[in-house]
């Protein structure tokens, strides 16, 4: 039996929680550095006092086996949602197409799409082994290259100070971050100049997102609001997705919508001031739903790697020589499941 070592698993998105439960039930020791201020990554919900907003991924799909029996771990969280029966809409908003049989069933978490990364996180989380706001800067191999590594990291601003800190002890890293990230991190740190290379040709869009409440909608004698789908792909030219948040499983019954701007639409607008981008996307909203009314609750949120456009291929690169690896849906695709596929990988590779 593999002797236990201690990994250092840089992310905490849906790879990074698959990977780092993986590693955990190997029998290894996981310490998860995450940016942000929980774990989720893309799996992410934004709340408002009119209920959440799935603000990054909609739902997913299940197509491979060990993801399924992941889900089992934590039984009754996810739930199908009744909009697999997605509309396709043209520039006008009209119908094109609807209730395709060949779609597969949409499955949301509940209460929030959140609400699974940290349930598989809670274990890693009570246990301390994660270090949200605390973003890793560089890599570093201590003892020359067969000793360990150590972490360079940036924490929370106090005082107008940010906390530079350094952690070692670690024998292998394994980053689960978005491509551009993982690819600035090792160059940054001098480090497997191939695989750099290998990640420059991977194309991931931004989207920007605009979340709206119209708790109106509820007053009695007014009736439903907007359109009779749930959610839609359009070709409209600025918007990609919309779906009504409260016609999911376990939500909030206000009238929500989040709408997910189209990959060109973001990339030309990337640099734009959200309060532009807000009343660009509303009035496309109002376009392609026919609601007009203006919104109680109104938000915008720009993800800078969204969707992958052309992914690296294989689920994972592994150095088992000097433990240094990467994972990351980006490697296989755009979907959740393939996140989770990409992290199972890597850290079956590594243990």
Same mark, same amino acid.
């Given at each position: ?7 250092? !698993? +840089?992310?905490?998105? +849906?790879?990074? +929680? ?99 990364? %940290? ?41 107008? %100070? ?11 890293? #394994?980053?689960? +971050? ?17 695989? !750099?290379?290998? #990640? ?58 989040? !709408? ?30 026919? #609601? ?60």
């Amino acid at each position: 039996m593999p002797k236990p070592r201690h990994f250092a !698993v +840089i992310g905490a998105g +849906i790879a990074g +929680i698959g990977c780092a439960r993986t590693l955990v039930q190997a029998g290894h020791t996981v310490t998860v550095f995450e940016k942000n201020w929980r774990p989720g990554g893309r799996m992410a919900t934004r709340r408002s006092p009119f209920g959440g907003f799935d603000h990054g991924a909609q739902y997913f799909t299940v197509r491979d086996s060990r993801f399924a029996l992941a889900l089992q771990t934590v039984p009754d969280l996810c739930k199908p949602w009744s909009a697999n029966a997605v509309r396709v809409l043209d520039e006008h908003g009209r119908t094109v197409a609807a209730g395709l049989p060949t779609q597969e069933p949409h499955w949301v978490a509940t209460p929030g799409m959140n609400d699974l990364p %940290q349930q598989w996180a809670k274990p890693l989380l009570t246990a301390g082994s994660v270090r949200t706001q605390t973003r890793v800067t560089r890599l570093e191999r201590t003892g020359g290259t067969s000793g360990g590594w150590r972490m360079h990291t940036v924490g929370p601003d106090t005082d107008g %100070q940010h906390e530079r800190t350094s952690f070692s002890g670690f024998d292998a890293v #394994i980053l689960a +971050i978005p491509a551009w990230q993982a690819r600035e991190l090792l160059e940054n740190s001098e480090l497997a100049t191939d695989w !750099v290379q290998q #990640i420059d040709k991977v194309e991931v869009a931004p989207c920007w997102t605009l979340m709206v409440a119209f708790p109106q909608a509820m007053q009695p004698g007014l009736g439903a609001l907007g359109p009779q789908w749930n959610a839609a792909r359009s070709t409209h030219h600025r918007i990609a997705w919309l779906s009504r948040e409260s016609s999911k499983p376990g939500r909030s019954p206000v009238e929500r919508w989040t !709408v997910q701007a189209s990959a060109q639409w973001s990339q030309e607008h990337l640099q734009d001031d959200p309060g532009r981008v807000q009343a660009k996307l509303q009035k496309a909203f109002a376009e392609v739903t026919g #609601i007009r009314a203006e919104p109680a609750h109104v938000d915008v949120h720009r993800w800078m790697f969204a969707k992958t456009l052309r992914p690296l291929g294989p689920s994972h690169l592994w150095d088992s020589s000097s433990g240094l690896g990467v994972c990351g849906d980006w490697c296989l695709g755009h979907r959740v499941e393939a996140g989770f596929i990409s992290g199972l990988e890597m850290a079956l590779a590594a243990a």
